[in-house]
């Protein structure tokens, strides 16, 4: 099965980096983000990457050249997530898994891919609590009596990505229409009962800020990464 990451935005927000080099090639330990996203696939048995490019395509080109079950694809300089995915559908012709090239979590990907299969639907994304962007703090007669720096809150849940798609999903993207994955596509596709999610309960963690790429790099120091952790 194939797995397509997506890696062609600017990550503007990330700025200290990506003025010289696209976002998923920000190291985190050792790795860059997208090695440490390609690795823990293949540690559930998925072999075939396709790496929807748009942004320094050139960098992770030159970087993956030697890996001939990774296809890159520049996919356009300006082109939104559901354009990405478009210009792709020539070589998904079956089911496909689906991320982003800036997350990372310990989901359990064999589930996912059960749950996908079970529900019938033509996509299932992965739904997973929000990092906490502040540290957690609790007062008692003014006094800080606790404070905490937790990587993810544990209330309410967001799109995590991690989808699983069905190539039908492709009637729901227009060849030359620029548009969010996440906007339209999503939006008619619940409205057609055609979209399910997997809770994941567990850690996932997405680098948009300087801050961010700290947190997920404190975790490789400690050793106490949860994606790395088998």
């Known amino acids: 099965m194939k797995v397509i990451i997506l890696a062609g935005g600017r990550g503007t927000r990330i700025s200290e980096y990506t003025k010289t080099i696209p976002k998923p090639m920000i190291k985190i330990g050792r ?5 440490h996203i390609i690795k823990y696939y293949e540690r559930f048995g998925f072999k075939e990457f396709i790496i929807a490019t748009g942004y320094k395509s050139k960098i992770i080109e030159n970087h993956f050249k030697k890996k ?10 300006n082109t939104l997530t559901g354009l990405r995915i478009k210009k792709l559908e020539k070589y998904l012709d ?14 359990n990907l064999n589930k996912l891919l059960k749950f996908h299969k079970k529900h019938k639907r033509l996509a299932t994304l992965t739904s997973v609590h ?4 502040f540290g957690e703090i609790e007062t008692k007669e003014s006094l800080v009596s606790k404070f905490e720096e937790k990587p993810q809150l544990q209330k309410g849940w967001i799109n995590g990505g991690f989808f699983v798609f069905e190539p039908g999903f492709f009637k729901y993207l227009l060849p030359k229409k620029n548009v969010m994955l996440e906007r339209e596509p999503i939006k008619k596709m619940v409205k057609k009962r055609e979209l399910s999610a997997y809770k994941h309960e567990g850690f996932w963690f997405c680098m948009d800020t300087l801050r961010d790429k700290n947190v997920l790099e404190n975790l490789v120091k400690s050793k106490k990464a949860p994606w790395l952790i088998k």
Do not use: C, H, W
């Open 31 to 35: 790795k860059t983000i997208l090695e």
């Open 130 to 133: 929000p990092p906490a962007r």
């Open 68 to 77: 001939k079950q990774i296809k890159i694809v520049n996919t356009g300089l």
């Open 94 to 107: 079956k089911t496909f898994m689906l991320t982003y090239g800036d997350g990372l979590s310990n989901i």
